[in-house]
């Protein structure tokens, strides 16, 4: 058996430690491993890598059919199982034990991969069950955005192999080596949140610098009315509405792709379709809140910059210096709060116009 090749984490960022952990593991596995780190740090790329080497009868030579199948995700014995609602269900759960008692199609392995398990609260036991004694032939891996405290009888029982958000430098690097300009990767990356799944589809987003452009003039559009304070949060707010644009032609080209395979294989549509569609949802949702999060961070440097502006300024002694201090200092901590809030489920529309109003306010 040879060592998995390299190749089958190229889609892997910044992660050497994981990597190194999962190939190493790929000669003598454990019954279930535990991949966990931020969304958009490539648990599920690396989860197909690591799937791969599982399966490929040379240990992940990467080149095989076997190999490139389960990199393409149309590999029978490497089952993805997406949660069917907001959370990861009973039902769900039962679905896991039912596919893992089941015995694998092509080979002596199956793995079953089951994302979003830091959502699975109320199926903890049920899954538990399930992931502690697997039958031989079946290997888990679950993938977690963090570990809340009640999984920790399921993390107990798997061997963890940590992901962390790509550091800003790699993703900037991974950007270049796909040929995108040096301006726009060093951007891009700065507004990724470490999130390479982000970086990817803002890097071919034309819509990507007049966004930022447009929370970066979002001061000097404030006249103190109200009516202006509207406007400024609808507007923002349509932006994020257009942000989207980019993943949802990706989801096109994900059914496009699905809908091909099954043709092949002679099904009469996708199956889970219905799972593919709410993961797509889901990911609009949290794209378009990450989007006014890096709003509201461009927004947040920009009364920052004034700040050091009002600091570095020799006739700072001034009268009315002192003010304008103080409210530059004012308006970063309100967006602070605005970007913090947004993490906790509030109502956008409702959260942006109070902050614009906010701001405004501040102005004289
Ligand atoms: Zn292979």
Known sequence: MTRAAPELFAEVVGQDRAVARMSAAAERPVHAYLLHGPPGSGKR????GFAAALLCPQGGCGTCETCRRVLDGVHPDMVVIERTGASLSVDDAQKITTRAQRRPIEGDRQILCVPDVHLASSAVPALLKTVEEPPPSTIFLLLADDLPAGLATIVSRCVQVPFRAVATSDIAAWLLGRGVEEHVADAVAAASG?????????????????????????PSRL??????????????LALA????????????REMTALEEQAEIVGARGITGRKDVEDRHKREIRRYRTDDLRMGLAVLADTYRDRLVATVADPAGTSHGAGAERRRAAAHVEAV?????????????????????????????
Request: charged share 25%; no cysteine; hydrophobic share 50%.
């Open 45 to 48: 790329e690396a989860a197909r």
């Open 194 to 218: 470490g999130d390479l799944e982000r970086a990817r589809l803002l890097a071919d987003d034309p819509g990507f610098a007049d966004r930022q452009q447009r929370w970066h003039s979002v």
């Open 223 to 236: 006249d103190g009315t109200g009516a202006a304070a509207a406007m400024v949060a609808e507007e923002l």
């Open 241 to 252: 509405d257009a942000s989207v644009a980019p993943l949802r032609d990706a989801h096109a």
């Open 336 to 364: 602070s709060r605005a970007s913090g809030a947004l993490r906790r489920n509030v109502q956008e529309a409702l959260l942006l116009e109070a902050l614009m109003v906010e701001l405004s306010g501040m102005l004289a």
